[in-house]
């Protein structure tokens, strides 16, 4: 059974940064792509940045420059480092895992972004 647990979020001011963990076991993590998404209040799911197997990264325009995902295939670890945070960066964050046709979500870590 594969299982992501997310870890790292808090409350943080803006301009603040926090760095998210996703911690995956049940598996060996080189085989997944890996991606960060995120629900904010009121809003629907929506993807922040993703890294594919050999490294390759996207991220939503919202996040780029201020956001970065990173994997430690040994450590069977995601990272998502967020800089520069926004009031509007705050939202619930989940870890997902895909390969072939399987999918697999952490529960999710609260990031608030406020003053």
């Known amino acids: 059974q594969v299982q992501l647990v997310e870890s790292g979020g808090g409350l943080v001011q803006p301009g603040g940064s926090l760095r998210l963990s996703c911690a995956v076991s049940g598996s060996i993590l080189s085989i997944y792509a890996m991606a960060w998404y995120r629900q904010g209040p009121g809003k629907q799911r929506e993807l922040v940045a993703r890294?594919?197997?050999?490294?390759?990264?996207n991220y939503a325009d919202s996040v780029k420059g201020r956001f970065t995902i990173s994997r430690d295939n040994a450590k069977n670890t995601v990272y998502l480092q967020m800089n520069s945070l926004k009031s509007e960066d705050t939202a619930v964050y989940y870890c997902?895992?895909?390969?072939?046709?399987?999918?697999?979500w952490g529960q999710g870590t609260q990031v608030t972004v406020s003053s």
């Open positions: 890294i594919g197997s050999l490294g390759m990264t």
């Open positions: 997902n895992a895909q390969y072939a046709s399987r999918e697999y």
